[in-house]
């Protein structure tokens, strides 16, 4: 579902787009989803939200996006990354969880040490999909993952992933970037086919 006010995109555009990430995922995780039915509800605004920014939140059976409104054409790239990273959510955090996510206290917010494994690695399968699939070209990806190797540089490089997640709404909330970036390059390092495919130019 979508909302465009100045119609610019429509559904069917990109569900078509979106389609081909999930038909990729469905075998990337053995040939089968985890769920029947599962909803993309997208909200595209032409003025700027109160913090500027945009961005998506995942739940079981849908995920909710807040994004500009653009032409059609120019969504639907961004918009299958996206997708892809929300989607697999389904897997981390959803499924796989620390006891603080699994029983999470919204009115005292408690952070596990694991936020590695649900942004990161989940950043990480929605690229490494892509590639394995064929939706992404080897080069691409060889850039993406470097641009996240020069993303990470900017950010505290001392700090042990685990602390800065049981800090990540506090103390160590600047850094929360970095999951993006140095966390999809620990999910890389810990998936062995690709280090060696690295070395082969995948």
Same mark, same amino acid.
């Given at each position: 579902?979508?909302?465009?006010?100045?119609? /610019?995109?429509?559904?069917k555009?990109?569900?078509?787009?979106?389609?081909?990430?999930?038909?990729?995922? /469905?075998?990337?995780?053995?040939? /089968? +989803?985890?769920?029947?039915?599962?909803? %993309?509800?997208?909200? +595209?605004?032409?003025?700027?939200?109160c913090?500027?920014?945009?961005?998506?939140?995942?739940?079981?059976?849908?995920?909710?996006?807040?994004?500009?409104?653009?032409?059609?054409?120019?969504?639907?790239?961004?918009?299958?990354?996206?997708a892809?990273?929300?989607?697999?959510?389904i897997?981390?955090?959803?499924?796989?969880?620390?006891?603080?996510?699994?029983? %999470?206290?919204?009115?005292?917010?408690?952070?596990?040490?694991?936020?590695?494994?649900?942004?990161?690695?989940?950043?990480?399968?929605?690229?490494?999909?892509?590639? *394995?699939?064929?939706l992404?070209?080897?080069?691409?990806?060889?850039?993406?993952? *470097?641009?996240k190797?020069?993303?990470?540089?900017?950010?505290?490089?001392?700090?042990? %992933?685990?602390k800065?997640?049981?800090?990540?709404l506090?103390?160590?909330?600047?850094?929360?970037?970095?999951?993006?970036?140095k966390?999809?390059?620990?999910?890389?390092?810990?998936?062995?086919?690709?280090?060696?495919?690295?070395?082969?130019g995948?």
């Amino acid at each position: 579902g979508i909302y465009s006010p100045n119609h /610019k995109v429509d559904a069917k555009f990109l569900a078509n787009n979106i389609h081909e990430v999930l038909k990729a995922q /469905k075998e990337y995780l053995g040939g /089968k +989803l985890p769920i029947e039915k599962y909803a %993309f509800i997208i909200y +595209l605004t032409d003025v700027d939200g109160c913090s500027g920014a945009n961005g998506a939140l995942e739940h079981n059976y849908s995920s909710l996006y807040f994004m500009p409104e653009v032409n059609g054409s120019s969504l639907a790239p961004y918009m299958k990354d996206v997708a892809a990273h929300e989607f697999f959510h389904i897997v981390t955090p959803l499924n796989i969880h620390s006891e603080e996510i699994g029983n %999470f206290d919204f009115d005292n917010p408690k952070m596990s040490m694991h936020l590695w494994l649900y942004e990161g690695v989940t950043e990480y399968f929605a690229n490494h999909v892509q590639v *394995r699939y064929g939706l992404l070209e080897n080069q691409e990806f060889l850039s993406k993952m *470097r641009d996240k190797m020069n993303g990470a540089d900017q950010y505290n490089d001392s700090l042990p %992933f685990t602390k800065m997640s049981l800090g990540c709404l506090d103390t160590y909330s600047s850094q929360y970037g970095n999951v993006y970036q140095k966390g999809a390059l620990i999910a890389m390092c810990i998936d062995n086919n690709v280090i060696i495919a690295w070395g082969n130019g995948i």
